[in-house]
């Protein structure tokens, strides 16, 4: 039974309500802290027995108690759990923005950028909950919310498994979204925290191509599809995010990412490349496209079967197959002063260029030329010098010889009119 507008649930006023699925959702004041705050009441349908009540009211607490132990900047936070009369409630923190499913039914399909920066965020959110023992269970778009600025919260643990504690789920009871669910999840199987690696899988494909991997008209369909089908991989994208893909989305859990951890790395690794190929593209004048790729879905062939390959397995070249075999996995090693990226790769710098020289060897080269040059120039003034001193030599020679002949002359002369005289 959900409260009046501008009444009172424990000691908190409510101000309207704000959404409604499985519970109420209402927005809400702490008088005593004169805060801002969402309240989740607890929603029973008048056909539960007695049994199911109860289960459904202790699946209420548990959300809770999962999501009230986390305190982490991508995980809502909770503030208070009470109950009134016959009513349940969950108070949290108000969250201005956006859900992740509005903002993709509003754009499509996201900017690749902008896919890996929530994938990135989420991932360190699940990383957090798994290491305290809470499986979420439920990752999909409807329960991540997108602040102004970008920032993500991870909301609605309410059918989160906490790990230390004895299971609530009966044997064959399945709790989930079906779009979302891994296969161990659709096979009523003992799930762990790599279930939600998979729905990362699938939300990370809908936020690049605007549409599920997983599609049909039908649970049964659906259901079949997660089993048995492997979705086609998006066209538009940097080839490194096929892998990330494929791994994630891998139906034995063994080939599957092992933890949060792992697939975030090779999500930043594939981010630095991005970013690394708009500044190189910039550098170069390239036109790239706003955002970086764009996320267009490839309706082609289906790929072979992509269970059991892990993503950038020993030997498999990251970038294309005429990247060197020398780059195995990631991330891409940084630009090195001398050595720009190839512009077939954006990104990438290989590490055994053949034929090109280190900065250092460019360096020496330089360095010796210039002395050279020097040298010469050098060689080139002396010797010019000397010419020309040989030349301002003979000149003077030459002029010696010319007046001491004139003065032969003149003795002559004398000589001559002595002769005359003594005639």
């Known amino acids: 039974m959900a409260v009046q507008n501008n009444t009172i649930l424990g000691k908190y006023r409510v101000i309207r309500e704000i959404a409604r699925s499985n519970d109420i959702v209402y927005e809400g004041v702490d008088p005593s802290m004169g805060r801002r705050v969402a309240i989740k009441e607890l929603a029973i349908p008048q056909h539960l027995s007695g049994s199911q009540k109860r289960e459904r009211i202790e699946r209420f607490y548990r959300e809770a108690k999962a999501a009230g132990t986390l305190s982490h900047p991508n995980i809502v936070t909770i503030y208070d759990v009470g109950q009134e009369g016959e009513r349940h409630f969950i108070v949290m923190e108000y969250l201005e923005g956006h859900s992740l499913r509005e903002i993709q039914q509003m754009q499509g399909a996201l900017p690749v950028k902008e896919s890996l920066e929530i994938a990135l965020q989420l991932c360190d959110a699940l990383g957090y909950a798994h290491s305290r023992g809470i499986v979420h269970r439920d990752v999909k778009p409807d329960n991540i919310h997108i602040l102004p600025g970008g920032v993500i919260k991870l909301t609605d643990f309410g059918i989160a498994r906490i790990t230390a504690e004895p299971s609530i789920t009966a044997h064959g009871q399945v709790f989930g979204t079906p779009s979302y669910m891994s296969p161990e999840q659709v096979a009523s199987h003992t799930v762990d925290h790599r279930t939600d690696i998979f729905s990362m899988g699938i939300t990370l494909y809908e936020m690049l191509t605007g549409r599920k991997p997983f599609a049909g008209d039908s649970v049964i369909t659906i259901t079949y599809n997660i089993m048995n089908i492997q979705p086609p991989m998006p066209t538009g994208v940097p080839p490194g995010m096929h892998s990330i893909l494929q791994k994630g989305l891998a139906k034995d859990v063994n080939f599957r990412y092992q933890n949060a951890a792992a697939m975030a790395a090779d999500i930043r690794a594939e981010k630095f490349a991005l970013e690394s190929g708009n500044k190189t593209a910039q550098m ?25 390959i892990p993503a950038f397995a020993p030997g498999q070249v990251r970038y294309g197959a005429n990247a060197p075999a020398t780059n195995q996995g990631y991330p891409p090693p940084p630009q090195q002063p001398g050595r720009p990226y190839p512009t077939q790769y954006p990104g990438y710098a290989p590490d055994n260029r053949q034929g090109s020289m280190s900065s250092e060897t460019k360096n020496v080269v330089v360095l010796a030329l210039s002395v050279a040059g020097i040298l010469i120039l050098l060689g080139l003034i002396i010797w010019g010098l000397s010419v020309a001193f040989q030349r301002n030599g003979g000149h003077s020679s030459s002029r010696g010889v010319q007046t001491i002949s004139r003065e032969g002359t003149v003795a002559s002369s004398a000589l001559i009119t002595l002769d005359g005289l003594r005639s």
């Open 284 to 308: 170069q004048g390239m036109q790239m496209p706003a955002g970086g790729f764009s996320g267009s879905m490839n309706t082609g062939t289906v790929p072979p079967e992509i269970s059991g």
